[in-house]
């Protein structure tokens, strides 16, 4: 079966630009969550999304958005990029009956 | 509100030895707790999870977990170090069926 896969896992911006990352669920996972880690601040709820509704938003300013998809695929957008948005962006999948499973990450550099 | 305590930020053990690492709770409803590891430039891999079944948790690589509800702790150990466990370990608390609530993580170094 395979796992939570992200795209892309590596990526190099400028400030002020604007940056989407993307998620593929483990097959039969509706629930999808992101969670930044940046150096030093731990991992950082952001979303959550349930059946293609945004469920609950971590404490961080509205340039950070995202949607799913009717096939529960997910996006983050991050616009107008700050140097403090540099971080590992993880996806997680889970279902009422499977615990959350992480994929690899998305490694955004913010110059 | 959900919270998790991890103390200390590392952990040095020499291979052979037990590795404990201490996750403290707090949750205004019967939590569901897991623990996550996270090895160098990787995203996490779910070690054990407790969800209100049997209180010892056992998970992948040797290690165990055991939920004590009056101690509102969920403690992690391994008998026998192996210098692959080299790596950031995370605790996490949860109600059902939503986000989960990370701890700041501890290191965990082997020694040969």
């Known amino acids: 079966e395979a796992g939570v896969t992200q795209s892309p896992t590596h990526l190099i911006k400028t400030r002020g630009q604007q940056v989407t990352l993307r998620c593929s669920p483990i097959?039969?996972?509706?629930?999808v969550y992101w969670y930044q880690q940046a150096l030093g601040l731990g991992l950082q709820f952001l979303l959550w999304?349930?059946?293609?509704?945004?469920?609950n938003r971590g404490n961080f300013p509205p340039r950070f958005s995202g949607r799913q998809f009717p096939n529960y695929s997910s996006e983050l957008n991050v616009n107008a990029l700050e140097l403090e948005d540099s971080a590992l962006y993880l996806c997680?999948?889970?279902?009422?009956?499977?615990?959350?499973?992480f994929g690899p990450g998305t490694r955004l550099t913010v110059l | 509100a959900q919270s998790v305590t991890q103390l200390g930020s590392h952990v040095s053990v020499s291979e052979g030895a037990l590795v404990l690492l201490r996750c403290n709770y707090s949750?205004?409803?019967?939590?569901?707790l897991f623990w996550y590891v996270q090895y160098p430039n990787q995203g996490l891999q779910l070690l054990l999870k407790?969800?209100?079944?049997?209180?010892l948790v056992k998970g992948i690589n040797g290690f165990e977990a055991e939920f004590k509800k009056s101690e509102t702790s969920f403690h992690l150990t391994k008998p026998s170090a192996h210098m692959s466990d080299a790596a950031e370990y995370f605790c996490?608390?949860?109600?059902?069926?939503?986000?989960?609530?990370f701890g700041k993580g501890i290191t965990l170094s082997v020694r040969p």
């Open positions: 997680a999948s889970s279902t009422d009956r499977a615990p959350p499973f």
């Open positions: 097959s039969g996972h509706t629930s």
């Open positions: 999304y349930d059946e293609g509704e945004e469920r």
């Open positions: 949750s205004s409803v019967p939590p569901y």
């Open positions: 407790y969800t209100s079944a049997a209180t």
């Open positions: 996490a608390v949860s109600e059902a069926n939503s986000k989960l609530t």
